[in-house]
């Protein structure tokens, strides 16, 4: 596999990613009970199709077809996105670790991409950076107002992490897009790190 090849799988990936992330925005929006919380999904809607469609305008400068791109990663992430939970604080931790995971994955694609594709890459960082921040303190609050809410959370992020390989467990992820690019050692450890941390910092 030719080292283009594996960088549009990895865009592919991350494009439909990136719209499933505009879909759950847009659902939250909807589903928002104050204006000011419709406000701000309503912003991170508008900013995960810019990067959608900034993704997809990539793969088209490197030749390849976006639709092909991001096919095999349509059912492993409809899957994981298709779960639904009626337990709070467990949505609130799928998002915060959601973002995080995300974070993680664009930081080092950015250090192994084009210098163009970087410079997207690095515009898309700093919404996704508040995005974060966003579902860090909606997780904290509820924490802080939940009885036994630690524990609950800390149960909450191994389902979160079992729900994720089980997603991937047919068809593509886009993680093992991610590990054809190379470098592994050091995704890995960037994600695996990363989540022990985000894990570290709410307990
Ligand atoms: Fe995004
Ligand atoms: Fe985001």
Do not use: C
């Amino acid at each position: 596999m030719t080292e283009n090849t594996a960088l549009i799988q990895v865009l592919g990936a991350v494009a439909y990613g990136e719209l499933k992330a505009y879909d759950g925005a847009k659902d939250e929006a909807e589903a928002a009970e104050t204006d000011e919380a419709r406000r701000w999904h309503r912003q991170v809607a508008a900013e995960e199709l810019r990067h959608h469609k900034g993704f997809v305008k990539r793969l088209e400068a490197l030749g390849a077809d976006p639709d092909r791109a991001m096919r095999p990663y349509r059912l492993p992430l409809d899957r994981y996105h298709g779960r639904q939970s009626t337990d709070a604080i467990e949505g609130a931790v799928f998002d915060y670790l959601g973002e995080g995971i995300a974070d993680d994955l664009l930081q080092w694609l950015r250090t192994v991409v084009d210098p163009e594709t970087a410079a997207f890459v690095d515009t898309v960082i700093e919404d996704e950076v508040e995005h974060e921040a966003a579902a860090t303190r909606q997780l904290r609050d509820l924490l802080d107002r939940t009885p036994n809410g630690r524990l609950r959370a800390a149960r909450a992020a191994s389902t979160m992490h079992l729900h994720m390989l089980w997603s991937g467990r047919a068809g593509a992820t886009p993680l093992s897009a991610f590990i054809r690019l190379g470098r592994t050692r050091g995704l890995l450890a960037a994600i695996i790190g990363g989540q022990a941390r985000r894990v570290r910092a709410i307990l």
